[in-house]
């Protein structure tokens, strides 16, 4: 069951996308959700369309594989699109459909907003997919450092964000194997009325908090009997580096970008 | 109940780039009434191998027959249910798996599941505290406030009240101090006398393999290595060490002794003092002959 999860799934691999600097890759992304809300004609959806399937093809993981990883997304891109069909009130009506009447507006619109919603996924989770959760906070860290100047505690929110990241799969395993070794005790996860099926969750969630915690102890520990204090002196052992790669990157990024604007409507 | 695995392969998030093959083409057949060790190095598919026990895992490919039950890769029996609760597992560490208010509670929840009566509970709780080692007077206190070793047999108690043809183990004694171990493995070698249970027994110890399992079977790299009695098995040093295992101390000895002073001592599972005795009897032979 938790295998359909890829977000925050790491895949390891060496291509192009792989070895981009991840401050580059975070702002690529960033700047890339924000002007998706641009797009608004067929030709600046096509430009964006490609730059992210582009994208998906250089880092050589396989589509089927990444399309899987979606499937719990799906349902909310459906949602959205027969949403829009059925409200949006636009353009002639093409048929009419148990009462309903559906405008050619309202499809172009569900569309287009469906599209919109299946790219921001997955350009974000392909972050995720090639990026290692430590360069992911490196990058975030370093890119949230101007905000030391008002105090911001930036080093302790990196390092609760990677420690985050690096248990989500931990917990996953141990929900994997306490739910196994309770359903070897007759819980019953998946049949049977809703009130037994949310009681079946106690004997799940209780042990996952109890380790979480002593984890969490545990680790507190460690990091203490290694002398950690902090982010006040402390030095890194990767070092970000912009390099040229990363700049035409962004070029041919700032490029589509330009495109998405010579195309679009005003 | 018998086990039969027949060309058993099981393939971890298949079709992704994370695919892993963990079993391959495994067969083999445990008669009811054995109690087998599965020995292995780690990752050679020990604890996959167990999870298709009782239905956890469905095979990718191949079929798992447990008494009647079958399991394969289309089908999976309609009472998985009642088989849980003929085959009872006890995973690695299973103390994390405690959860309830109090120790009593907790020991009941398995066969509460099962649709056990309360009144046939209490009285199985009666012969099950006692026989894991456990004070009744920890029967109200919370499990979380117990030494690991008590939550250890609280929960290897919370299997047993289920009272299970088929006994499942995986490293039922990691993490427990020396005696502690030997007493939890000698609860389990009686119970499956007295009861006559199928016991499997997933273990790193050579000595538990040789001391209680009537039959062995290493596992290598998803794949059945060898399988045989403990004296087949256990005397084919070259081909263990090939796979990162060990022979067992006695046998080492014995080896040893043998080759020293001479002499043919078989090794036929003797208990130690029993050993012991022949050689004090292989010594006085030899000193005789001089």
Do not use: C
Not at chain 1, 11 to 22: I, K, M
Request: glycine residues 6%; aromatic residues 8%.
């Amino acid at each position: 069951m938790n295998n359909t999860i890829i977000i925050g799934q790491y895949v390891p691999g060496n291509s192009l996308v792989h070895r981009l600097d991840p401050r580059m890759k975070i702002t690529i992304i960033f700047l890339f959700v924000i002007f998706i809300f641009f797009a608004n004609n067929v030709l600046s959806y096509s430009i964006l369309t490609a730059f992210a399937l582009l994208t998906v093809i250089i880092t050589k993981i396989p589509i089927r594989f990444i399309l899987k990883g979606l499937t719990p997304v799906w349902f909310l891109i459906i949602f959205t699109f027969i949403l829009h069909l059925i409200v949006t009130k636009e353009g002639t009506v093409l048929i009419e459909l148990l009462g309903f009447k559906i405008y050619s507006g309202a499809l172009i619109q569900g569309f287009a907003i469906s599209l919109r919603f299946f790219l921001l996924i997955l350009i974000t989770s392909l972050l995720t997919l090639t990026t290692t959760p430590i360069e992911i906070t490196d990058a975030i860290e370093d890119l949230l450092h101007p905000l030391k100047k008002i105090k911001f505690p930036v080093h302790e929110l990196a390092l609760m964000m990677s420690i985050s990241l690096r248990f989500i799969p931990t917990l996953l395993q141990e929900t994997d194997k306490i739910s196994k070794a309770q359903a070897s005790r007759g819980v019953d996860f998946r049949t049977g009325p809703i009130k037994e099926r949310i009681k079946a969750i106690v004997p799940l969630l209780v042990p996952l908090f109890v380790s979480a915690f002593k984890r969490a102890e545990e680790l507190a520990m460690a990091m203490e009997a290694r002398g950690y204090q902090g982010g006040e002196g402390r030095s890194k052992l990767r070092q970000l580096k912009i390099r040229k790669m990363d700049i035409i990157v962004f070029l041919f990024f700032l490029l589509i970008i330009a495109g998405l604007f010579v195309t679009r409507n005003y | 109940m018998d086990i039969t695995f027949k060309d058993v392969s099981y393939i971890y998030q298949a079709n992704s780039p994370f695919a892993h093959k963990a079993l391959e083409n495994l067969s083999f057949h445990i008669p009811s009434g054995s109690f087998v060790a599965v020995i292995g190095h780690t990752g050679s598919g020990k604890s996959t191998l167990i999870q298709h026990l009782n239905g956890l895992l469905t095979p990718t490919k191949g079929q798992v027959q447990i008494g009647d039950y079958l399991i394969n890769a289309d089908k999976k029996p309609e009472n998985l249910k009642e088989l849980r609760s003929r085959v009872g597992v006890v995973f690695q560490y299973p103390e994390h798996q405690l959860f309830d208010e109090t120790v009593a509670k907790d020991i009941a929840f398995g066969p509460k599941n099962f649709g056990v009566t309360k009144t046939e509970i209490q009285k199985r709780m009666k012969d099950i505290v006692p026989a894991v080692g456990l004070d009744e007077k920890l029967l109200n206190r919370s499990p979380f406030d117990l030494s690991g070793g008590q939550m250890r047999r609280v929960a290897i108690a919370g299997v047993l009240a289920v009272k299970p043809e088929i006994l499942v183990l995986d490293e039922p004694t990691a993490g427990l101090d020396p005696r502690g171990q030997r007493e939890i493995m000698d609860m389990f070698s009686t119970l499956h006398k007295e009861q006559n249970l199928t016991t499997v027994l997933v273990t790193h110890s050579m000595e538990d393999a040789v001391k209680y399992a009537d039959h062995v079977i290493i596992m290598n790299k998803g794949t059945k290595y060898m399988e045989g009695t403990p004296e087949e098995v256990f005397t084919q040093k070259e081909a263990l060490n090939q796979v990162q295992l060990d022979v067992p101390e006695m046998i080492q000895f014995l080896n040893a002794f043998n080759e020293r002073f001479g002499d043919k001592i078989q090794f036929k599972r003797q208990s130690i003092p029993r050993l012991a005795m022949e050689i004090q009897q292989a010594l006085k032979g030899a000193e005789s002959d001089e």
